[in-house]
């Protein structure tokens, strides 16, 4: 789309926007309105509701904003789940569930969503949601104020209107014609609260949101749809949500009955997990994840667990996994040169760390875009196997030809073969000192770069790091333009992490957005994967395909305890990969405490559940 194309679009479908906000468009009459009330519930009946879920989080966040500058840190999980979009996606059958919307039906044009928002629904401030704050919505996202370049697009070029019909009645049309599935994916988009920002003083030029919107909003919680909200934040140090409350206006709809159960839940910033631990096993934390082999297989083996006090689960999921690994990136010198990145790939050996220090119960993703994307993964490709001949090769080619006294590669120049890996917790040590030793092999340096939580995000996000190492999350339809389109590259807070473009990928990328064949779409990811693989700038890196946890024995799941999506079986990072379905049992957590003085013990239990294990 041409610079001139993407003004007319913009300037076309915000006059139409502000002229809905006056007069209601005519709602079509030939609609197929569709709802969903006969799916599996995936709760538990003997869920109970109150108490306070106590957990921690490794950093404390540098905003509360869901968007813009340092938003997308491991924070923006609670942020962005703590709301309802207006249909939710049932986590075993992959079937839509009414959510924010009772009902929705499609257009005939392939790019209209109708959405029926559910007239009770209301802020967790007691205001209602209505369609203006969809209207809202656009309007905030395509404002260069919130100064969120990607939203900035998303808003302008794949999202064309939000046309409003009643007080309760949208439409979101896409800019583009969509197959239904993908359709909805694109169109299910969350309003933000129009009284909440209020009505910032205005010039002739202004886009109506405020001018400081980053700095005014940087620590000012918005109200959400959902079930809790932000309710006291101590900074640095603690962050409690609070529940709406019993008579929240979201019950009403059967998948969301008996989940949500807790009254507070009250996040500790606890800067190192070991250290959490410690809290958790003192009884000062509910539950804890124990994915780390280490903590499942070592660390949790004490006598509160063998008393049957602390009670231990491994959960298996389907979930699909987002790309990651180690991200290099091209905009530093050397690694701008592909033989060089073609050494690194087989120089890292993501297996031994996997087999030694991760005890094999994690997996090798195949493909740095991630796994689990059925029909968009490109199966052919394969992560290389550590080969520190090969890698010596390339690196001879890209004229590492030296060796020094230390054993590092150098050049003619006398520059050593050595880059900064920076990650963002000091667990993650260990498995990046297995890289570096591994690495030597093939006489290459990788340096330890820690940088604590959200900090090494926002480092990353800056382009400052040379390699970076981390995953991300994804959808059922992988992601690729954030990534790899030059339209982010070399420009902070975007999520191009390597900074490599080419004219092709571009290409590709722009032509997977706008297809809307599904399975011409699927072999446009699978070329676009094929092209990431050829650049080497992703070494594929570990994924983990299971949830487990540690959890005093009065923390309560249903019969079934885990779904294909389970990531946390309690809340780790947000609610969507928890379902929210656990409890806490009040009257079994005085009992275990007078057992604990009383020396009474019970017995002692660990869950393995393989029902979704692939």
């Known amino acids: 789309m041409t610079i001139k194309s993407r003004l007319t679009l913009l300037t076309a479908s915000t006059s139409a926007l502000l002229s809905f906000t006056v007069f209601a468009a005519d709602l079509p009459t030939n609609l197929e309105w569709q709802t969903n009330d006969s799916a599996p519930t995936f709760s538990s009946p003997k869920a109970t509701f109150g108490g306070t879920y106590r957990t921690y ?50 257009g005939d044009d392939n790019k209209t969503v109708y959405f ?22 656009l309007k905030l996202m395509r404002s260069t104020d919130i100064v969120a370049p990607w939203y900035n697009d998303f808003f302008t070029n794949e999202i064309a209107d939000i046309i409003t019909f009643d007080k309760h009645t949208v439409a979101i049309v896409s800019a583009k014609a969509r197959n239904r599935d993908e359709l909805i994916e694109y169109t299910n988009l969350m309003p933000r609260p129009e009284h909440f920002y209020g009505k910032p003083k205005l010039d002739e030029n202004s886009d109506g949101i405020d001018d400081k919107f980053v700095r005014k909003y940087n620590f000012k919680p918005e109200p959400t749809t959902g079930a809790y909200y932000i309710d006291k934040i101590k900074k640095g140090k603690n962050i409690t949500l609070k529940h709406v409350g019993e008579d929240w206006w979201g019950y009403e709809n059967k998948y969301n009955q008996n989940r949500f159960n807790v009254e507070k839940i009250n996040i500790k910033v606890i800067r190192d997990a070991d250290i959490a631990l410690k809290h958790f096993e003192k009884g000062n934390l509910d539950s804890f994840g124990l994915a780390r082999p280490d903590l499942w297989h070592e660390k949790s083996e004490g006598k509160n667990y063998q008393n049957g006090y602390i009670q231990k689960a491994w959960v298996y999921n389907q979930a699909a996994v987002g790309a990651g690994g180690l991200w290099l990136n091209t905009a530093k010198p050397m690694l701008n040169d592909i033989n060089v990145r ?13 087999e030694k220090v991760l005890r094999g ?40 030809t030296n060796i020094g006294s230390d054993g590092i590669r150098l050049n003619d120049k006398g520059e050593r073969l050595s880059f900064a890996v920076t990650y963002s917790q000091q667990t993650f040590t260990p498995r990046v000192a297995v ?73 590709l990328i722009d032509s997977f957005k706008n297809e809307f064949d599904i399975e011409k779409k699927r072999a446009l990811s699978r070329d676009i994967q094929q092209v990431i693989a050829d650049a080497n700038v992703i070494v594929p890196g570990y994924m983990v395909p299971y949830a487990r946890a540690g959890y005093w024995r009065w923390m309560k799941l249903p019969e079934n305890m885990a779904t294909k999506q389970t990531g946390y079986l309690f809340h780790g990072w947000g609610f969507s990969q928890t379902f929210s379905t656990f409890w806490i049992d009040d009257a079994m957590k005085k009992e275990t405490k007078a057992a604990m003085k009383s020396g009474k013990t019970f017995e002692s239990v660990t869950i393995i559940d393989e029902t979704y294990k692939l």
């Not at 796994?371 to 010596?392: L, Q, V, W």
């Open 342 to 354: 073609k050494g690194v790939m087989y120089a890292t050996d993501f297996d031994m760390m996997i």
């Open 361 to 400: 119960d994690y997996s090798r993703k195949p493909n740095g875009m991630g796994f689990g994307h059925i029909g968009y993964d490109n199966t052919e490709i394969k992560a290389p196997k550590f080969d520190a001949k090969k890698a010596i090769e390339y690196f001879e080619k890209a004229g590492f």
């Open 435 to 507: 890289l570096k030793e591994r690495a030597k092999l093939a006489g290459l340096d990788f340096e330890l770069n820690l940088i604590d939580g959200s900090s090494m995000f926002k480092y990353v996000l800056e382009k400052k790091h040379d390699i970076s190492f981390h995953n991300m999350g994804t959808g059922d339809i992988p992601a690729y333009w954030e990534y790899f389109h030059s339209d982010n590259a070399n420009k902070p807070q975007t999520n191009h992490f390597t900074n490599f473009t080419s004219p092709e990928l571009d290409s």
């Open 116 to 137: 029926k928002l559910n007239p009770n629904a209301t802020w967790s401030d007691g205001k209602p949601v209505t369609a203006k704050d969809y209207q809202f919505m």
């Open 57 to 106: 989080a490794l950093s404390f966040p540098q905003t509360f904003r869901s968007v813009g500058p340092d938003s997308n840190g491991a924070f923006r999980a609670w942020v962005l789940e703590a709301n309802l979009p207006p249909l939710i996606k049932h986590p075993n059958t992959g079937e839509w569930l009414p959510g924010l919307a009772q009902s929705w039906a499609f």
